[in-house]
């Protein structure tokens, strides 16, 4: 033992060079000599080397490779107590400018390696933080050895490095991004053993301890650290399932990007990102039906993932804005309850979304908002929902703040709403809505939107043929309604009238049209109307003039009145002289055209009328009013 420390003190640790080189030879001949004894001194022989390790003399440095090589081939399983401080010294080396010191400490390394697979008492727990804590150099020969050092011990039987995996995986995954080509390779190999082993050993995993470090690296730039990171991910969703959800912002943040790539070498990253997405969607309908109480466990970060799909559906592409839309019909769907506590977070995305370039993203958009618009929770089935006059509120102030949305998607938005909800109700909110604008401008042209919509779309068939037969009087209610909004435009009014049938009144109409000034704009909706009288949608009209109906020949000759000679004017007119010219006669009428008459004789068309001058009185005081600003603009100009 004195020998032994005359030779660390004294010589392994002096300042000539040679004596050191001469101590740590002194130190490798005594354990040979020692042999089995050698183990009682491990401190003594151990710790003097490891100091020259880190000399500043080359050779010391050989030497001491060469001597701690020696030392631990004859301790063997002695070293354990000291491995870590043994690891520590020769990870080092690997990087050594000398390569004589690089090729002794291989040599030890191989010797280490060898001992930790025999050796069942080797502390795994407690090597792993050290290798850890060298896992981030940048090094390369460093990064080499410590996934050489991993694949060695994954190979220990009963190691069970899944279970330490979340110390480590953050730094594995940065040395997978390596510029090196042989490390990635050897990184991405070890990755993937580790995945097969998770796959096979699910219960002795701590997903919620790794999945946020795969989150992280899946946003990476370098493809294959990507891929790694995504597919372990569509791993975790498959293996954990329900334990993944309250995850789901941080995945979905992470996936979503993904779904818009289209290059080659991305076309995999996609396709595990859609696997993802879709299968983490059916986690959320896997567990619908549970109570309330496992449903709060299950979705904590809801307001997260909202947060997540609202950010997408406001700056992603198109792909991901189609993806956090089904999310969000999905959840609708699925947690109706939970997702109305967020809904004044979600519609007014929404509503932002209906200006998309993609009609496919606005019909998913629409979708949502109907989903949304229908929910009634356990109020009455019959009546109208809070949430469905609240969002044609707001759709109304969209289309009034933003007037090239109404004019470029406004007739495609309403009409896939009425596909959607229930036309009829639709109509009357929007009427009932409009009847208080105090935009005259907004309200003639919303109802000549509503109007040619009304009269042009397949979509609103039903709702035609319910104002067309207008035999009860739920659809004589509409009639009232729809016309007490139809008075902002003056033809608008008059193609309801003869929709509805009501002829005598339509003929009442068109002699206070008559007396009105006469615009351009008015012109343009009556040129409008005579294409529409010669569409399919008005076959019924023009069968009817077979009958001889005087007030709807009369309306008839009092558009060609109102019209100037123009194309409109020679249609109108080809019209009439088809129609033969009969006397007129008494025909006895249909069970339907009876009650038709009866449940239409409840509607006060005076007051109609009245309210119809009304309405034409006050466009015309605000077309004066404009025109006077104009001039006076003028004049202020010049």
């Given at each position: 033992?004195?020998?032994?420390?005359?030779?660390?003190s004294?010589?392994?640790?002096?300042?000539?060079?040679?004596?050191?080189?001469?101590?740590?030879?002194?130190?490798?001949?005594?354990?040979?000599?020692?042999?089995?004894?050698?183990?009682?001194?491990?401190?003594?022989?151990?710790?003097?080397?490891?100091?020259?390790?880190?000399?500043?003399?080359?050779?010391v440095?050989?030497?001491?490779?060469e001597?701690?090589?020696?030392?631990?081939?004859?301790?063997?399983?002695?070293?354990?107590?000291?491995?870590?401080?043994?690891?520590?010294?020769?990870?080092?080396?690997?990087?050594?400018?000398?390569?004589?010191?690089?090729?002794?400490?291989?040599?030890?390394?191989?010797?280490?390696?060898?001992i930790?697979?025999?050796?069942s008492?080797?502390?795994?727990?407690?090597?792993?933080?050290?290798?850890?804590?060298?896992?981030?150099?940048?090094?390369?020969?460093?990064?080499?050895?410590?996934v050489?050092?991993?694949?060695?011990l994954?190979?220990v039987?009963d190691?069970?490095?899944?279970?330490?995996?979340?110390?480590?995986?953050?730094?594995?995954?940065?040395?997978?991004?390596?510029?090196?080509?042989?490390?990635?390779?050897?990184?991405?190999?070890?990755?993937g053993?580790?995945?097969?082993n998770?796959?096979?050993?699910?219960?002795?995993?701590?997903?919620a301890?790794?999945v946020?470090?795969?989150?992280?690296?899946?946003?990476?730039?370098?493809?294959?650290?990507?891929?790694?990171?995504?597919?372990?991910?569509?791993?975790?969703?498959?293996?954990?399932?329900?334990?993944?959800?309250?995850?789901?912002?941080?995945?979905?943040?992470?996936?979503?990007p993904?779904?818009?790539y289209d290059?080659?070498d991305?076309?995999?990253?996609?396709?595990?990102?859609?696997?993802?997405?879709?299968?983490?969607?059916?986690?959320?309908?896997?567990?619908?039906?549970?109570?309330?109480?496992?449903?709060?466990?299950?979705?904590?970060?809801?307001?997260?993932?909202?947060?997540?799909?609202t950010?997408?559906?406001?700056?992603?592409?198109?792909?991901?804005?189609?993806?956090a839309?089904?999310?969000?019909?999905?959840?609708?769907?699925?947690?109706?309850?939970?997702?109305?506590?967020?809904v004044?977070?979600?519609?007014?995305?929404?509503?932002?979304?209906?200006?998309?370039h993609?009609?496919?993203?606005?019909?998913?958009?629409?979708?949502?908002?109907?989903?949304?618009?229908?929910?009634?929770?356990?109020?009455d089935?019959?009546?109208?929902?809070?949430?469905?006059?609240?969002?044609?509120?707001?759709?109304?102030?969209?289309?009034?703040?933003?007037?090239?949305?109404?004019?470029?998607?406004?007739?495609?938005?309403?009409?896939?709403?009425?596909?959607?909800?229930?036309?009829?109700?639709?109509?009357?909110?929007?009427?009932?809505?409009?009847?208080?604008?105090?935009?005259?401008?907004?309200?003639?042209?919303?109802v000549?939107?509503?109007?040619?919509?009304?009269?042009?779309?397949?979509?609103?068939?039903?709702?035609?043929?319910?104002?067309?037969?207008?035999?009860?009087?739920?659809?004589?209610?509409?009639?009232?309604c729809?016309?007490?909004?139809?008075?902002?435009?003056?033809?608008?009014t008059?193609?309801?009238?003869?929709?509805?049938?009501?002829?005598?009144?339509?003929?009442?109409?068109?002699?206070?049209?008559?007396?009105?000034?006469?615009?351009?704009e008015?012109?343009?909706?009556?040129?409008?109307l005579?294409?529409?009288?010669?569409?399919?949608?008005?076959?019924?009209l023009?069968?009817?003039?077979?009958?001889?109906?005087q007030?709807l020949?009369?309306?008839?000759?009092?558009?060609?009145?109102?019209?100037?000679?123009?194309?409109?004017?020679?249609?109108?007119?080809?019209?009439?002289?088809?129609?033969?010219?009969?006397?007129?006669?008494?025909?006895?009428?249909?069970?339907?055209?009876?009650?038709?008459?009866?449940?239409?004789?409840?509607?006060?068309?005076?007051?109609?009328?009245?309210?119809?001058?009304?309405?034409?009185?006050k466009?015309?005081?605000?077309?004066?009013?404009?025109?006077?600003?104009?001039?006076l603009?003028?004049?202020?100009?010049?």
């Amino acid at each position: 033992k004195k020998l032994l420390k005359v030779l660390g003190s004294d010589f392994a640790i002096s300042q000539n060079p040679h004596m050191r080189k001469g101590g740590l030879i002194g130190l490798a001949a005594m354990a040979i000599g020692l042999g089995r004894e050698s183990g009682n001194y491990s401190g003594e022989l151990i710790n003097p080397i490891l100091e020259c390790l880190s000399d500043a003399d080359s050779r010391v440095r050989y030497y001491a490779c060469e001597s701690l090589y020696n030392v631990v081939k004859v301790l063997r399983e002695n070293i354990i107590p000291y491995f870590n401080e043994i690891f520590g010294a020769t990870s080092g080396l690997v990087a050594d400018p000398d390569q004589t010191v690089k090729n002794g400490s291989e040599l030890i390394d191989r010797l280490l390696q060898e001992i930790v697979t025999e050796n069942s008492k080797f502390d795994i727990e407690n090597f792993i933080p050290v290798l850890r804590e060298r896992m981030y150099t940048k090094e390369r020969f460093v990064r080499q050895f410590i996934v050489s050092w991993l694949t060695v011990l994954d190979s220990v039987p009963d190691s069970q490095m899944a279970k330490y995996l979340p110390e480590f995986l953050d730094p594995l995954f940065i040395i997978l991004d390596d510029p090196s080509p042989e490390i990635s390779t050897m990184c991405e190999k070890q990755l993937g053993e580790f995945l097969s082993n998770i796959i096979k050993n699910p219960e002795q995993v701590d997903f919620a301890g790794m999945v946020n470090i795969l989150i992280v690296h899946s946003q990476s730039e370098n493809v294959t650290l990507q891929m790694m990171a995504i597919t372990w991910i569509q791993e975790f969703v498959s293996l954990a399932g329900k334990d993944m959800l309250p995850y789901t912002s941080g995945i979905l943040d992470s996936v979503l990007p993904c779904l818009a790539y289209d290059t080659q070498d991305k076309k995999t990253v996609r396709e595990i990102a859609h696997v993802v997405n879709e299968n983490l969607k059916q986690l959320i309908e896997a567990e619908h039906g549970n109570s309330q109480v496992d449903q709060s466990v299950l979705y904590p970060n809801l307001e997260k993932t909202i947060q997540v799909l609202t950010k997408h559906l406001q700056r992603g592409t198109q792909q991901s804005k189609v993806a956090a839309l089904d999310w969000l019909h999905h959840l609708f769907i699925q947690i109706p309850e939970f997702m109305f506590a967020h809904v004044n977070i979600v519609t007014p995305v929404l509503l932002k979304t209906l200006s998309d370039h993609s009609d496919e993203v606005v019909i998913l958009d629409l979708d949502v908002l109907a989903k949304i618009s229908s929910y009634r929770g356990d109020k009455d089935p019959k009546s109208t929902s809070v949430h469905f006059k609240q969002f044609i509120t707001n759709l109304l102030k969209l289309f009034s703040a933003d007037r090239n949305l109404l004019e470029l998607k406004g007739s495609f938005i309403i009409r896939q709403l009425c596909v959607l909800l229930k036309a009829e109700d639709i109509y009357r909110s929007f009427s009932e809505l409009l009847v208080h604008e105090e935009n005259l401008r907004f309200s003639r042209l919303m109802v000549e939107t509503l109007s040619t919509i009304l009269l042009t779309s397949s979509e609103l068939y039903d709702l035609r043929s319910m104002l067309r037969e207008l035999n009860s009087r739920d659809s004589c209610q509409l009639f009232c309604c729809l016309y007490q909004t139809w008075c902002h435009s003056q033809i608008a009014t008059i193609s309801l009238c003869l929709l509805c049938g009501c002829y005598s009144h339509t003929v009442d109409l068109i002699r206070l049209v008559g007396e009105q000034e006469v615009t351009v704009e008015m012109l343009t909706e009556l040129d409008r109307l005579v294409q529409l009288l010669e569409s399919p949608i008005f076959t019924f009209l023009r069968m009817e003039l077979l009958d001889g109906d005087q007030d709807l020949v009369s309306a008839m000759y009092g558009l060609l009145m109102l019209l100037p000679q123009s194309e409109a004017f020679r249609i109108i007119q080809n019209r009439l002289a088809c129609v033969p010219q009969l006397q007129s006669r008494d025909k006895p009428k249909t069970k339907k055209t009876k009650k038709k008459i009866k449940v239409a004789e409840e509607i006060d068309f005076a007051a109609l009328l009245d309210h119809f001058q009304e309405m034409t009185e006050k466009h015309h005081l605000l077309r004066r009013k404009e025109k006077t600003q104009m001039l006076l603009a003028k004049h202020n100009q010049s």
